[in-house]
Each structure stands twice: as structure tokens, then as C-alpha cells.
């Protein structure tokens, strides 16, 4: 029987539509404290009238589940973990935070993609408790952490932007979180310091993920998420590999590459994944010898860190040079009048192709095209820099970590 499940009564707009316009589908299942509304199956009503079922005995290398993904590559991919690699990874993570007491991890990025499912792995298996949220919003975050007594949160770099920049956050009493985790693209400098000001009771990780990786690959931890001191200039990094793999630099002939050298980042260890459902070509080429190719580009320095440089086919060859937008737009976010930004590569006769770079503008905040060009060639390469800029006012459309 093919179901499907509404998770909140903001949802139940979507019930009707559903049922008429899916062919397949038998029923769907209202999971809320109201009663379920006319032809939706109660959830607790099922776990009432049915047994369990018996324990299938499954582990290790059995198949656990299939994760959706397509990042920024295209069709979705079907990704099998097996119940080791997902354990494994969870493991990974509590390592690096260590144990601690009564902890309340909040669920406010998309509950689908495997960087918060690591989190709802890892909090159980120490028997942490879950709040949740149906969706992001800045003042939801915020009356949830003092609602609940939040001590750990999963965001990416665009919500802690708008966390940070919210009015609210002044006012509101987050003391009580101790972990903030953040990934799936790269963050500004700027909203980082900002970010580290708003939650002075806070450690926060960096964590570089990919659902075929279970989904952590490196970490990034709190001694490295500072301005002083021997570690300082450490934040753009991805962190260390994690201790559920090993982690290589390598060229096109899979040869690795000496530190410092941009090539593609592999990984090896439990955490990898089975491979693709019903796609043996594509597994083929992401599984070789072993190790589990990510696709992104990077590079190790002297101590083991790892510095992400952008996913390899978003790379922009302008005049023979190759230019990576995670780059740029991180030089372009630094400008003090910069909200969000998207570098792409547009055609040109003259490089082949030209860094473009789409900006909005802060609230109240003005900067003509030359002044945040001219900021980023005080920060990159002149190469580097955006020929050219395009305001805009609306926001981006969002969605959660792509790479996750």
C-alpha cells in the first residue's frame, strides 16, 4: 500500500489535492494532537490497532535505507546505507562533541536530508530529546530554543545569516545553547563572527558532509572557530576527516597530490555508501578501488585540514584560469553592504567565460557594482573577481543543504 504521511495541520491543505490527483495513492496517514480529519488515518490510532512487528535482525552491511540526493548535479540519485555506515557516522559526530547532560536538540532544517538525520541518530543512541519545528523561520528557532531549553542546533550558512540579522535575536534568551552545527556551503567570515557574538554559551562545528558518506566526511571543531591565537584563519576550513573515514587529496589519475594542490576530494571507510539504487553506472564511477569520490574540489594543508574549493563541475574557466565560485562569493559576502550572493559563469568572446555575480543588497545598505568589485580584488585573485554585477531585491529561493 502506497501512503503518504501529513506531518502538521499547516500541511493538511495539501490532503485534498493529493488524494485527487495521485493515482496510487490509498490513503494517507494525519500524524497531530487534533483528531484526524475525515479521510486521513489517524497515526495513533494505527500503532493502537496493529502488533509490532517482529525484529527483522538486520545489521552491518544490510541495506537500511534509500536517501534521495542530486545536489547540485542533476536527477536525484537513490543513495543505499547500510545500518554500519549510518552508525558509524552517528558515531563519528558524538565523538567530536563528546557526552553531555540533558541535551535538547532542535530540529529546524529539513528532516529529509541525512545531515539532520545524523543528529536524530546520534541524540538517540545517548537518548537525547528532539524538539521540532515544521520549518525555518528565524523566529520560530528563537521561541523554540527558549520554549524547550535548546542545547543543539543543525543550520546551514543562509539561516544562520537570517538568525543573526534578525531583530528578535537581541532580546532573546539562547544561553542555553551549547552546539550550533553548520554545513552544506560555505559561510562569510563576517556572519560567522557575527554568529559566535549572538550565542556566547556556544561550540560551534563545521561539518562537510555528502549523503553517500552516511553523510560526514570532516569536522570542524570549536578550537579552530576563533579570531586570536595560534589557530586563527582556521574557519574556512572544512576540518579534519572525521573518525569514520579517511580522506585523500587526488589529481584525474587518482594519484594524491601534495598539500596544498586543489584536486578531488575521496573518502574511505564505513560510512561509505552501498551505492546507487538501480544505477550501476553511476556507482561505478563514484565507488573505484574502495573510496568514494565526492566530486568537490579541495585541497589538505601541512596539518590535516581540508579546505573546500567548489563541486568540480561548477568550476569557471575564464582566460585558462580556473575560478571557483565558493571563492568568490565569499569575498563578495564580506562586503559590509552584502546580504546574499550567487557567482555563475556567463558566455564571453573574449575569456570563453566571465564571473558574474547576482547580489542583494542589506536592508537600508546602497554599493554600486565597482565599489564590491574593488573589494573583492582586495581579497582574491584579480582574475578571481566578478566582471560584472546584478542587483536584485528578491530573495534567493532556498531549499536545505545540497550537499547532504
Known amino acids: 500500500m502506497i501512503s503518504s504521511t501529513i506531518r502538521s495541520l499547516r500541511f493538511l491543505k495539501h490532503a485534498a489535492p493529493l488524494q485527487g490527483e495521485a493515482g496510487t495513492l490509498r490513503s494517507i496517514i494525519y500524524i497531530g494532537d487534533a483528531v484526524a480529519p475525515a479521510g486521513l488515518v489517524g497515526y495513533e490510532a494505527l500503532i493502537e490497532a496493529h502488533s509490532p512487528l517482529p525484529d527483522a535482525g538486520k545489521g552491518g552491511e544490510d541495506l537500511a535505507g534509500i536517501f534521495y540526493t542530486g545536489g547540485t548535479t542533476g536527477f536525484p540519485k537513490g543513495v543505499m546505507l547500510s545500518h554500519r555506515s549510518l552508525w558509524s557516522s552517528a558515531m563519528a559526530w558524538l565523538a567530536a562533541v563528546g557526552p553531555s547532560p540533558q541535551k535538547v536538540m532542535l530540529h529546524a532544517a529539513p528532516m529529509f536530508h541525512l545531515a539532520d538525520g545524523a543528529l536524530i541518530i546520534g541524540g538517540s543512541l545517548t537518548g537525547d530529546a528532539h524538539a521540532i519545528i515544521p520549518s525555518f523561520t528565524p523566529e520560530d528557532v528563537l521561541a523554540a530554543v527558549e520554549r524547550f531549553g535548546v542545547t543543539d542546533i543543525l543550520l546551514v550558512p543562509t539561516m544562520i545569516n537570517m ?151 561548477d568550476m569557471i574557466v575564464t582566460g585558462g584560469e580556473n575560478v571557483y565560485s565558493a571563492e568568490v562569493e565569499n569575498a563578495v559576502c564580506n562586503h559590509p553592504a552584502v546580504a546574499q550572493c550567487a557567482v555563475i559563469a556567463i558566455p564571453s568572446e573574449e575569456w570563453g567565460e566571465a564571473v558574474h555575480t547576482i547580489v542583494i543588497l542589506k536592508e537600508g545598505c546602497d554599493a554600486a557594482a565597482e565599489d564590491i568589485i574593488a573589494h573583492c580584488r582586495q581579497a582574491i585573485a584579480h582574475y578571481n573577481c566578478p566582471l560584472s554585477i546584478e542587483f536584485r531585491s528578491e530573495p534567493f529561493p532556498l531549499s536545505g543543504p545540497a550537499r547532504s
Request: glycine share 10%.
Open 163 to 313: 538568525l543573526v540579522s534578525h531583530p528578535k535575536i537581541a532580546d532573546a534568551d539562547v544561553t542555553s545553547v551549547r552546539w550550533v552545527v553548520y554545513g552544506g556551503s560555505a559561510i562569510p567570515e563576517a556572519v560567522l563572527a557575527r554568529a559566535i557574538a549572538a550565542f556566547p554559551n556556544c561550540r560551534f562545528m563545521q561539518a562537510y558532509s555528502q549523503t553517500e558518506l552516511s553523510p560526514i566526511a570532516t569536522l570542524l571543531g570549536p578550537e579552530y572557530h576563533v579570531f586570536e591565537g595560534p589557530n586563527a584563519g582556521r574557519l574556512t576550513s572544512a576540518g579534519h576527516p572525521a573518525t569514520c573515514n579517511e580522506l585523500e587529496i587526488v589529481d584525474p589519475n587518482d594519484t594524491e597530490v601534495m598539500r596544498g594542490t586543489v584536486g578531488e576530494i575521496r573518502c574511505r571507510g564505513p560510512n561509505v555508501m552501498l551505492g546507487y539504487w538501480n544505477k550501476p553506472a553511476e556507482t561505478a564511477a563514484a565507488l573505484r578501488d574502495g573510496w568514494a569520490y565526492t566530486g568537490d574540489a579541495g585541497y589538505m594543508d601541512e596539518e590535516g585540514l581540508v579546505y573546500i574549493v567548489d563541486r568540480l563541475k
